[in-house]
């Protein structure tokens, strides 16, 4: 997200933060093979941008926060215990 895309109100330290967290988790999840889409990026930049709104200014924190959300909304659907469960037939 180029820094003129970070709200204003955000004080120019943090907004360099925000700009710091979004590209190194955006490279970590090129890395992963995530598909490289408007919307994966866009997540991490509303994920970054909602916790520095709320007062987190560690970098670290706002990439591995914005990295679990993206990865949970975008990433492997992973199947539920049901779907492995193994089925029986019941005779009618």
């Not at 509303?46 to 909304?73: C, M, Q, S, W, Y």
């Amino acid at each position: 997200m180029p820094l003129n895309e970070i709200p204003e109100y955000f004080h120019p330290e943090i907004r360099h933060l925000i700009d710091f967290a979004l590209e190194d988790a955006w490279q970590e999840l090129r890395k992963d093979g995530l598909v490289d889409t408007a919307s994966v990026r866009e997540k991490l930049a509303t994920t970054i941008v909602a916790l520095a709104a709320i007062g987190e200014t560690d970098p670290i924190k706002l990439k591995n926060f914005a990295l679990h959300a993206t990865r949970a909304a975008y990433g492997p659907r992973r199947r539920s215990a049901a779907q492995d469960a193994p089925t029986s037939k019941v005779a009618a």
